[in-house]
């Protein structure tokens, strides 16, 4: 037994409203439905949940989702719950992999190509990458992440100072950055740069441009990372001046804050200078893990998003990646320091310098320069102006609040520019590394000292001297950090903080050391006594005399010495050694204690050689010497003595030995033996086809060739010669060439004769038609006789076939064509001449063609007759007739017509396609409308009038329920059915 409804009014079936009944039970089945979900009231919970994820999501992003079109790629970041693991060294790899792991889980989640993934940390919790407005909805909703930001872009701050903040100081105190590190996140650097070359510590780049498509990277290598040497190649110039005022020795450009610390570059930023919020975390998340490797305390920031934050708890500034990795960085005692930046805000500072343990820099003059105005975003207008500068005045263009930590110089610095330039330099960029690098040197000197200073020392330190300054616009204060009172001059007269003593001095010697503290007990120092020795401090100032000094060297020849008190040690009198002779060497014996007088005979040397050598008496003096002896009894020798060289030479003079004779050789002049004979020259050239002799009548040899010692006896090789140089040479051989092209020229060397034979092969064209050719003595090649080709047969094509080397007879069809195609094709017979052809076929074995031969076509038709195959069916389709398979079954008619609600079907019995609407597939689930099928438009969904939508249960909700089914029953009755 069931239920069914039933009318109760009578309808008008001619009225054009057939959808009212439709609409009666829609409005009754609305306040029953209504009070059925009215009981669970899900839009609660579900705006529950909406505001759940909706608060992890910045004040920037839901704008931006809010006008993205739903196929738009939005680049943002993830920051994930913290994993709950400890962020000390001794627990980082733990950190690191439960770090992973939450990541893994959280992209699960996601279907690939969903997630554009950008970039994926180690040490901090959280991802970077692109996606549609729904899947970042969908992330935000994951119980694992913590908050989902804009990847925001970053830009350069860019709108003398060593003086104002005790650099020289710390210089003089002999602190300068030596042994330690500042990372630089910018635009890289100039690698090769003569300021910098040297302090280059290591590269690395994550950069991504601020373009339309994410996965465009700026690295100079082209990607979007890059490690190791030309990493961090600066293509903006800001990297490399911000480095310049760190580190710079001074080449080119002045010289830096710490000119002997180094750089660990990182790009950031593209060669416009802008950069991506996730690219920043990249960098720092990296020095998390390698600052102690390399030896970073500090790291430097001269870049914001411009936008203005005047609490440090709101994101980006609190909870973002950037955010977390800089606190990460201060607890391991790394210093962050970031420009404020310089869109002139007053009531907040950008970010990331808005990051609670970041360490925020403005900016202040240096000196006085008149009126100077500030360019907006494209100096197109001017952002702010400031009359009558002077040093320690405010910059207008730095964004300043209570969240600004400290000031420092501003504009304008000369420091390294790119292509190994310098360059003027300013704004908050210029300020973050002027402190900075100030921090380095503080955190220098606590080590020197046996300490060391954590992030929140150094900011109170940096905060707690110098001048306040004020910012007219907002009347704010803030100090413009100075150092100098924390570097103590030593040796300037006056005991400064950090030092015991000052006694205008900076070299030791007494008990005020050179860094201006007490020496320890007995160190050594100075009574002012010359004449005591190894006097000692007392370890309260005070210098104790030693022992006396004893002055005596031990030395005879220096004469006695003796000691005065405020000169002490005086060197005593040298005993006289002169002994009045000027050619003696007088001298002081030491080891004797005597004086020594001895002969020296080249104080007597006149420098003439020919008079002989001087000598020296010890009581006389100088006395003259014997010439040397020339004649060395050699007749043939000339002998003679040489100023010049100092030596007695004797030449020897060949002529005086010559005989007159040429073929007994040239007699020789010996300086020991006297005349010698000569060798008698050389005969034989060793030629074997000379004749040798020498001729004593024109002192020569002479040299005669011979011809008949080369003849070999051959005929064919010509005749030959004796060359007198080369010696036997081959003769030229007779020729044998006639000039007939065709004959065989040879020499014969047994009749010693030139031989000439015909070669009728030399003359073959190699052409079979023209003839055979025949070679003539005389006359050369000769042509030949061509063959016979006409074979009497009128329909052949007679030929000669050259490639065959014979004549062909070939039958010509077309000789004996008569015209006619329906009788067949004539054809050509080589012997019997033209004969009758055979008239084509017709049928081609299909039945529904009609077939025929067409004279004037020259071609059988075969036509098809589509009546033949026609079944008498309509909705199976036309029947064709097809020519080379016969019948075909035709198509049946399309029926559907694009509407979904509506029923197609093909008539056969009127032969024609019938669509009847459907309503019932148009309903939409909605009590307050009712779904109509338009046999043209499809699913119409008629709104029921005064339809209230369905509300919970509870309250007015049951009242409008009650209300739809007592409105349903006064147009229903129900009956139940047996």
């Known amino acids: 037994m069931g239920w069914t409804w039933k009318r109760t009014s009578a309808s008008n079936r001619g009225a054009p409203r057939p959808n009212r009944e439709r609409i009666f039970t829609a409005i009754w089945a609305c306040g029953l439905l209504w009070c059925v979900l009215g009981i669970s009231s899900p839009g609660v919970a579900e705006a529950q949940a909406g505001e759940r994820w909706r608060a992890k999501i910045g004040r920037r992003l839901e704008a931006r989702l809010g006008t993205a079109s739903t196929q738009e790629r939005i680049r943002f970041s993830v920051v994930l719950e913290d994993p709950g693991v400890a962020r000390t060294p001794s627990r980082r790899a733990a950190r690191r992999r439960a770090i992973f792991l939450r990541q893994q889980s959280v992209l699960n989640d996601l279907a690939p190509g969903e997630l554009g993934l950008l970039r994926r940390y180690e040490n901090l919790s959280g991802f970077s990458g692109s996606a549609r407005p729904a899947i970042i909805r969908r992330l935000a909703q994951n119980p694992d992440v913590a908050q989902v930001y804009v990847d925001g872009e970053v830009h350069k701050n860019t709108n003398q100072g060593r003086s104002m903040i005790g650099v020289a100081q710390a210089a003089a105190a002999g602190f300068q ?5 500042v990372a630089v996140l910018d635009s890289g650097i100039d690698t090769d740069h003569p300021d910098l070359v040297d302090h280059l510590v290591d590269e690395r780049c994550w950069c991504r441009s601020n373009n339309f498509n ?38 080119v450009a002045s010289s830096g804050v710490a000119p002997s610390a180094g750089i660990v570059a990182v790009k950031v930023l593209d060669a416009s200078g802008g950069g991506r919020f996730s690219d920043i975390a990249a960098a720092l998340d990296w020095l998390v893990a390698n600052h102690v490797a390399l030896n970073v305390r500090v790291v430097n920031m001269s870049l914001g998003d411009g936008d203005e934050y005047s609490s440090d708890a709101v994101s980006p500034c609190s909870g973002s990646n950037t955010a977390n990795a800089i606190a990460d960085l201060t607890a391991a005692g790394v210093a962050v320091f970031v420009a404020s930046g310089n869109d002139g805000h007053t009531d907040g500072i950008s970010f990331p310098a808005c990051v609670a343990d970041a360490i925020s820099v403005g900016g202040v003059y240096d000196a006085a320069l008149g009126n100077v105005s500030w360019c907006g975003d494209t100096c197109s207008t001017t952002l702010c102006t400031d009359t009558n500068t002077a040093a320690d005045d405010f910059v207008c263009h730095t964004n300043s609040d209570e969240l600004l930590d400290v000031l420092a110089p501003d504009y304008a610095t000369a420091t390294s520019g790119l292509a190994g330039s310098a360059t003027i330099f300013g704004g908050t960029s210029a300020a973050s590394p002027y402190a900075a690098s100030l921090g380095l040197l503080l ?18 330190l940096m905060k707690s001297h110098g001048p306040m300054v004020t910012n007219s616009a907002n009347g704010l204060s803030h100090r413009r950090t100075d150092v100098t009172s924390l570097f103590a001059i030593c040796g300037n007269g006056s005991v400064e903080l950090g030092e015991e003593c000052d006694d205008g001095g900076t070299a030791g010697g007494d008990c005020c050391s050179a860094s201006c503290l007490f020496e320890g007990i007995s160190a050594s120092c100075s009574d002012g006594d010359a004449c005591t020795v190894a006097d000692g401090c007392d370890g309260a100032g005070q210098c104790v005399a030693g022992a006396p000094l004893v002055c005596d060297d031990g030395s005879f020849c220096n004469g006695l010495e003796t000691c005065d008190s405020g000169l002490g040690c005086q060197s005593g009198v040298a005993p006289s050694v002169d002994d009045g002779v000027a050619c003696t060497s007088d001298a002081c014996d030491e080891a004797t204690d005597t004086i020594t007088h001895q002969a020296q005979d080249a104080f007597c040397d006149d420098a003439t050689f020919c008079n002989g050598d001087e000598t020296c008496d010890l009581n006389l003096g100088c006395q003259l010497g014997a010439p040397p002896v020339l004649n060395d009894g050699v007749a043939c020798t000339t002998d003679l003595c040489d100023e010049a060289l100092n030596v007695v030479t004797h030449l020897p003079v060949n002529a005086q030995c010559d005989d007159g004779f040429f073929c007994n050789g040239s007699e020789l002049c010996d300086p020991l033996l006297d005349c010698q004979a000569g060798s008698p020259p050389v005969v034989d050239d060793g030629v074997v086809c000379t004749a040798d002799l020498c001729d004593e009548a024109i002192d020569q040899v002479v040299h005669s060739a011979d011809n008949s010692a080369c003849d070999d006896g051959a005929f064919c090789n010509g005749e030959e010669v004796c060359d007198l140089v080369q010696g036997c040479q081959s003769g030229v051989s007779p020729s044998v060439d006639d000039g007939v092209s065709c004959t065989q020229d040879s020499c014969d060397e047994v009749a010693n004769v030139i031989v000439h034979a015909p070669l009728d092969a030399a003359c073959d064209d190699g052409a079979f038609c023209n003839g055979a050719e025949s070679c003539d003595l005389l006359l050369g090649c000769q042509s030949g006789a061509s063959p016979e080709v ?17 004549v062909n007879h070939v039958a010509n069809d077309a000789a ?11 054809t050509c017979d080589l012997v019997l001449d033209c004969q009758s052809g055979s008239p084509p076929e017709l049928d081609d074995e299909i039945l529904c063609t009609e077939d025929s031969c067409d004279e004037e076509a020259d071609l059988v038709v075969h036509a098809a007759a589509d009546s033949l195959c026609d079944d008498g069916a309509f909705c199976n389709g036309a029947e064709i007739c097809d020519l080379t398979t016969g019948c075909q079954s035709g198509l049946p008619p399309g029926t559907q017509d694009g509407v979904a609600c509506t029923m197609d079907s093909c008539d056969e019995s009127t032969d024609t396609v019938i669509h009847t609407p459907d309503d019932s597939t148009c309903d939409d ?38 209300v739809g089914l007592l409105l349903g029953t006064g147009l229903w009755s129900m009956r139940r059915l047996a």
């Open 214 to 251: 994410p996965s465009v990277g700026c690295c100079p290598a082209g990607g979007d990372t890059q490690t190791g040497p030309g990493a961090a190649e600066d293509d903006d110039g800001h990297g490399t001046s911000v480095s310049g005022i760190i580190t710079s020795n001074g080449t």
């Open 177 to 181: 950055g030596a042994g330690l590190n």
């Open 925 to 962: 689930s909605d009590v307050c409308t009712v779904g109509v099928c338009d046999a043209v438009a499809g699913c119409v969904q008629v709104p029921v009038p005064e339809c209230i939508p369905p509300v919970p249960l509870t309250g007015p909700t049951v009242l409008i329920g009650l």
């Open 443 to 460: 955190i220098e000197q606590a080590l020197d000292q046996g300490g060391d200073l954590s992030v929140s020392e150094l900011r109170t």
């Open 816 to 826: 004996c064509d008569d015209g006619f195609f329906c009788n067949g094709s004539e």
């Open 790 to 806: 006409d074979d009497g047969v009128g329909c052949t094509l007679d030929e000669c076939d050259e490639g065959a080397d014979l």
